[in-house]
T-cell receptor, first 113, second 112 residues
Framework: DQQVKQNSPSLSVQEGRISILNCDYT??????FLWYKKYPAEGPTFLIS?????DKNEDGRFTVFLNKSAKHLSLHIVPSQPGDSAVYFC????????????FGQGTRLTINP | NAGVTQTPKFQVLKTGQSMTLQCAQD?????MSWYRQDPGMGLRLIHY???????DQGEVPNGYNVSRSTTEDFPLRLLSAAPSQTSVYFC???????????FGSGTRLTVV
């Protein structure tokens, strides 16, 4: 059973516009959420995270929103740039334990010029 | 600073063969983990370690062994390779209490 789900395998956005990537989870024990970005032939790189005690966290062009009642989080990228084209994974952990992350399937974001 | 180094980058095995995927980090991180990435499945945790001498199973441990004799190294052993183990394998490390894992660049394994 997939505890963390990214239901959109791909997303295409015009350069300069907002990109919104979504993630749903089923385990109510998850209390920390992360987004990773992955380019081809490279390992994932950490992007941004949020604790369950918050509903929003910003870092430059990247903002993560958490809706605990809906068990939903989203990553907003504004403005989108060509270098943002990558696969994005959301991940979650229980008891804020970094050692056992549960990942979603990933969403391939393509930024068009 | 090399970060997390995985070797080899590519490997082809025959069914039944054994091999060890190497992972080394030079950041003095306590935590190390192995994940596998399969199409449509995201990354799934195989084994993890919270320090030298301590390992535990993740979501998909069957067919794999690990050991952590030093802080730096965390090798993953395939005991008897099967086609279902064809995947991309990522090693990752982090400080305890940190959530931003540093990943290696991966090992692409094909079992024929």
């Amino acid at each position: 059973d997939q505890q963390v789900k990214q239901n959109s395998p791909s997303l295409s956005v015009q350069e300069g516009r907002i990109s919104i990537l979504n993630c749903d989870y089923t385990n109510s024990m998850f209390d920390y959420f992360l987004w990773y970005k992955k380019y081809p032939a490279e390992g994932p790189t950490f992007l941004i995270s949020i604790s369950s005690i918050k509903d929003k966290n910003e870092d430059g062009r990247f903002t993560v929103f958490l809706n605990k009642s809906a068990k939903h989080l989203s990553l907003h990228i504004v403005p989108s740039q060509p270098g943002d084209s990558a696969v994005y994974f959301c991940a979650a952990s229980v008891n804020q334990g970094a050692q056992k992350l549960v990942f979603g399937q990933g969403t391939r974001l393509t930024i068009n010029p | 600073n090399a970060g997390v180094t995985q070797t080899p980058k590519f490997q082809v095995l025959k069914t039944g063969q054994s091999m060890t995927l190497q992972c080394a980090q030079d950041m003095n991180h306590e935590y190390m983990s192995w994940y596998r990435q399969d199409p449509g499945m995201g990354l799934r945790l195989i084994h993890y370690s919270v320090g030298a001498g301590i390992t535990d199973q993740g979501e998909v441990p069957n067919g794999y062994n690990v050991s952590r004799s030093t802080t730096e190294d965390f090798p993953l052993r395939l005991l008897s390779a099967a086609p279902s183990q064809t995947s991309v394998y990522f090693c990752a490390s982090s400080y305890s209490g940190s959530y931003g894992y540093t990943f290696g660049s991966g090992t692409r394994l094909t079992v024929v």
